[in-house]
């Protein structure tokens, strides 16, 4: 999809990315003319004041880029309150940490269905990098009904103790930054981003000893070399980002949902353009340059990284499952049941479709469930994966 498929963004966003470009160009500058697509995403995405999540753009939900579960329904936050629940219940004063909470609507829904049940939540914290979305969660958080009495606080760093209870994060590894290669006649190349006077382009380089270690690694798990020609991308940074979350957590439980694969299914031979998805206007493309500052860019998750990095911490992987069978399990059905209203009832069964489709979000978006210090009972109903990781 190239620019001119979008409509032309307004004359202050077309000043941000100006903006944007010139900071970027600087940086590229001063990395001797070239920067990683890890630094590049790095910079578009979360450079103080200038990136796309933290600036001011509309980004989540209507009239912004892209949608994502809590947005669709409160069924999907209610689910997940109703699955955390076994483990909340086993200490006195639970907590919840969610990082990276978008509008604050997940967090909203969970608190506000926690409220209807016995678990009294000592704090529901939010780790979140945007400042701008700690506006928003606060405004939407704002809104609950006066009952709800639970602790909110935004955290600039996590618990020096560790909370007891749960930790949740829906879309967030996807909006990680990730490193790109791309395989020449068995050399592994490094994609990145220089300047060609004004004009941004994509350039390659020879892939650093830690992409490249990285990538064998994968190779070796897969059982297979990438051929010429293949194109994909690596978290090389993800088990510090793990650490730096695990810290929060001192027993518990751990959910990440969000679109991915298992290694295997990640690199496999059609896969050959890799995983990179951008969104822009609500409409999904692969062109992570098009307006630097104004567009998302994210890749679907290797669960089995999530996994390893887990077990390296000392997690158990209590399960993976597709995220329509995590919900269903959560009685979100019986909650559609109970709603005396025809038309919101009929509203309810429309955004569920959308939660539940195999080719929508249904069999795309994967959970993760891992435990810390804690023995938690197998979710009941649930079609288990985890012998594909
Ligand atoms: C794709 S959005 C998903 C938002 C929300 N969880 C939802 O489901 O609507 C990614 C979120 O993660 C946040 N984020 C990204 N990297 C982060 C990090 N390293 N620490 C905390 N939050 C982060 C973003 O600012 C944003 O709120």
Redesign the pocket.
């Given at each position: 999809m190239s620019k001119t498929e979008f409509e032309k963004p307004d004359q202050e966003a077309l000043n941000h990315t100006m903006l944007v470009q010139e900071h970027l160009k600087n940086e590229v500058n001063d990395h001797e003319g070239w920067l990683s697509f890890y630094n590049f995403m790095n910079f578009v995405?979360?450079k103080p004041t200038l990136g796309y999540?933290?600036s001011g753009t509309h980004?989540?939900?209507l009239g912004g880029d892209?949608t994502?579960?809590?947005?669709i329904s409160k069924l999907f936050g209610i689910a997940i309150a109703n699955q955390l629940l076994p483990a909340l219940r086993k200490y006195k004063k639970p907590s919840i940490l969610?990082?990276?909470?978008?509008?604050g609507?997940?967090a909203f829904d969970i608190i506000n269905q926690l409220n209807n049940t016995n678990v009294e939540l000592d704090h529901y914290y939010i780790?979140?990098?945007?400042g701008d979305?700690k506006d928003r969660q606060k405004r939407t958080l704002s809104q609950l009904p006066n009952k709800n009495q639970v602790k909110i606080r935004w955290l600039n760093k996590l618990p020096e103790e560790g909370i007891e209870g749960a930790i949740i994060?829906?879309?967030?590894i996807?909006?990680?930054p990730f490193e790109r290669f791309k395989i020449i006649d068995n050399n592994i190349l490094q994609i990145g981003i220089t300047y060609e006077g004004s004009q941004l382009i994509e350039k390659e380089k020879v892939a650093s000893p830690l992409l490249r270690e990285a990538i064998k690694n994968v190779e070796k798990d897969i059982g297979r070399s990438f051929d010429t020609g293949f194109v994909s991308e690596i978290q090389v940074h993800f088990e510090d980002?793990f650490k730096s979350i695990d810290k929060g957590l001192k027993s518990g439980i751990a959910l990440f949902i969000d679109y991915g694969y298992t290694r295997k299914d990640y690199y496999s031979l059609q896969k050959d353009n890799g995983n990179m998805i951008c969104h822009f206007q609500n409409k999904a493309h692969i062109d992570p340059y098009i307006y630097p500052g104004l567009q998302?860019i994210?890749a679907s998750i290797d669960f089995s990284l999530l996994a390893d990095s887990a077990f390296n911490l000392g997690y158990q992987v209590e399960l993976y499952c597709h995220q329509s069978d995590f919900l269903m399990s959560g009685d979100i059905l019986a909650f559609i049941d109970s709603e005396s209203d025809d038309k919101e009832r009929i509203r309810m069964n429309q955004q569920i479709k959308q939660l539940f489709l195999p080719n929508i979000m249904g069999e795309i978006f994967k959970c993760m469930l891992l435990s810390k210090n804690c023995n938690i009972t197998h979710l009941e109903g649930v079609k288990d994966l985890r012998h594909m990781l």
């Open positions: 995405l979360y999540y933290t980004k989540i939900g892209f994502t579960a809590p947005e969610e990082v990276g909470a978008g509008s609507k997940l780790l979140e990098i945007s979305l994060a829906n879309e967030v996807d909006a990680l980002w998302d994210s």
